[in-house]
Structure formats: C-alpha cells, structure tokens
C-alpha cells in the first residue's frame, strides 16, 4: 500500500471560536490521523457514545474502518 499525504480544500474557521466536528473514516481499509495546522483538539466522544477524558491535543490518533469521533476545534 503506497501512503500519500493529501492536501483537501482549506476550511476557514474563525480563530475567536469553537467548533464541534464529528469525524468519520469511511474507508474499508485505510485508517488516519487526524490535524489541523494552528489549531488545538479536545476529543469529547469516541464511536457511538464512549465518553472520553478531556485533554487538549494537535492531533488525533489512528481512526480505524468505521470508527468516529467528535472533536472541539480552538
């Protein structure tokens, strides 16, 4: 499997707010992880309600086949 970074459409968020995104891997094989440049990440949920311990971090783990997770965005 050859990996590749992919650059997609940059999304403008304004910097004096917060946003909840929810991110899923569609994929059937490939898993990610998961950044955005300059911003902090608070996970809050992981697959189907499994409440998470808040701490603030610049990237998301592995998100396997399936697998979802809500994110604040600072």
Do not use: W
Not at 18 to 32: D, E, K, P, Q, V
Request: hydrophobic content about 45%.
């Amino acid at each position: 499997v050859e990996c590749f970074e992919k650059q997609i459409r940059p999304m403008h968020l304004d910097g004096k707010k917060s946003y909840i995104l929810r991110i899923i891997n569609t994929g059937m094989l490939a898993r990610f992880s998961f950044s955005i440049s300059g911003a902090s990440l608070i996970v809050i949920e992981v697959a189907g309600g499994n409440k998470v311990s808040k701490a603030t971090a610049h990237s998301i783990g592995i998100l396997y086949s399936g697998q979802r997770v809500d994110v604040i965005v600072h």
